[in-house]
């Protein structure tokens, strides 16, 4: 069976160029062909000139710039890892939903956490925030990647009992970098409040660790409990961690709760983040 391929999104943008590079090391990485792919706004067609000859219109301007992207994302794929798997492929419809639909049977989606500029910076960003939220698979949005392996991936826990999708892939990436692993949970409750409850959260999460722990022996793990929003503790991991790994659940999209520190952590992480759909 062929392996699951690495989808990286591209519009043709500088930092979608570089997530398309992150994306080629990470295929190389995970034994993994890669797929670039790229979809077009779709404007109304313009009249013709006035003598009635075909012109350029503004919809064709957007396809030529997509198939230059593609073209582009792909030379930067084979330069970065020369000899790897790539192909190209136009999606069809409406951005958002064709990027995230595009990760379906995918290993990870990559995406660029801005654009181009003006118009395409908007659509690019909105794209990325909507495959990271929406997309059946792993979504990266990747953001000042670090030039040189950190060995360190990062990983929040909400819900302890819905977070094993999350901490699965973060063990498992971990294991393939041979890096350590940090683990971050968050407890409520009144600020000031008894440290019990703070010591019962880091002892909940310490017995849920040790079935991870006893599945991949050579990754080194650490548990951090913060009192409430964890996404400073994330945000501040992310300049020294080669990832940083977030749960989504679908019942959660676009709402207050979880999503609010996936969005606090996409906007101000200073690295690749991954958001991790539960079943």
Known sequence: MPAKPIVAATDG????????????????????????????????????????????????????NRDRGLES????????????????????GAPADAVADSGSGALMLVVG???AGAFTALVFGSVSRYASS???????????APPSAQQHVAVGVGDLDTCADALTFAFQEAALRKASLTVI????????????????????????????????????????????????ALVGLSARADLVVIGRHAAHAGRPGPGAVRHAVLNHAHGPVVTVPSA
Not at 196 to 210: H, I, T, V
């Open 185 to 232: 949970h968050a407890w409520g409750g009144p600020p000031g409040g008894s440290s019990r409850a703070g010591e019962e959260a880091a002892k909940q999460l310490g017995g849920l660790l040790d079935s991870w722990r006893s599945n991949y022996p050579d990754v080194t793990v650490s548990q951090d409990v913060v009192h409430g929003h964890p996404a400073r």
């Open 134 to 144: 929406h997309a059946p698979c792993p979504v990266v949005v990747v953001r000042d």
């Open 73 to 92: 994302a792909a030379a930067r794929a084979a330069a970065a890892a020369p000899g790897l798997l790539v192909d190209t492929l136009v999606l069809r």
């Open 13 to 64: 943008s500088e930092h979608s160029l570089q997530a398309v590079e992150w994306a080629a090391a990470e295929a190389v990485l995970h034994g993994a062909p890669l797929r670039i792919v790229s979809a077009a706004e779709t404007l109304p067609r313009m009249s013709a000139g006035p003598s009635g000859e075909d012109v350029e219109n503004v919809t064709d301007v957007l396809h030529d």
């Open 113 to 115: 956490s801005r654009g």
